[in-house]
């Protein structure tokens, strides 16, 4: 919503994108005052929930792409907002290095790139590990501050947590142009 207050008719890549749930929280895409919704994902089930669900807006675009091809360059964007919500706590340092990079690449003057990653001091990681096998990469606030200091050309960055204090989120601004 934010991305098309800063830019009418604003153009957004969700990289891993899942089911895409929060495309429906949307009043901008709710109000039709997005141009494109891309939303890349390796998982072609995941990219036909997409589909299912909006089966005839041209707005939302689901494209099956793997970390591989985004980092070998077979995507190429220009977009508002970039974000990958569940990604990066599966990517090693140097993959997410260059994947962070690829992403960045794609953000507009004026954009944004938001990406996520649980908290190494998460309360739920044993249960996740021990019970549910889901090992993931943590990191913790100086190590997210890094990830986004290995990119050039940012005008702000902000490293937070959401209210629960699990995930620490990295924001990243462009510059808009003068």
């Not at 008719?9 to 109000?31: K, P, Q, Y």
């Not at 919704?37 to 939302?60: G, H, M, N, Y």
């Not at 019970?131 to 200091?149: C, K, P, S, T, V």
Request: aromatic share 10%; with cysteine; net charge negative.
């Amino acid at each position: 919503d934010e991305a098309a207050k800063r830019r009418p008719g604003a153009e957004i890549v969700s990289v891993a994108a899942g089911h895409a749930r929060e495309i429906s929280d949307s009043e901008a895409f709710r109000e039709g005052r997005l141009k494109r919704w891309i939303c890349l994902d390796q998982d072609r089930e995941s990219l036909a929930e997409i589909s299912s669900r909006f089966p005839k807006d041209a707005t939302v675009m689901p494209i099956a792409r793997s970390v591989r091809e985004l980092l070998e360059g077979a995507f190429e964007a220009e977009a508002d907002l970039v974000y990958s919500a569940g990604l990066f706590d599966y990517l090693p340092d140097p993959v997410a290095l260059k994947l962070l990079a690829v992403m960045w690449a794609w953000v507009r003057p004026g954009g944004r790139l938001v990406l996520a990653n649980f908290a190494d001091d998460s309360q739920e990681r044993g249960y996740m590990e021990a019970f549910m096998d889901w090992w993931l990469l943590y990191r913790n606030e100086d190590q997210i501050l890094a990830l986004g200091h290995s990119v050039q050309d940012v005008d702000a960055l902000f490293v937070f947590r959401d209210p629960s204090a699990r995930t620490i989120w990295l924001e990243l601004r462009r510059r808009s142009e003068p």
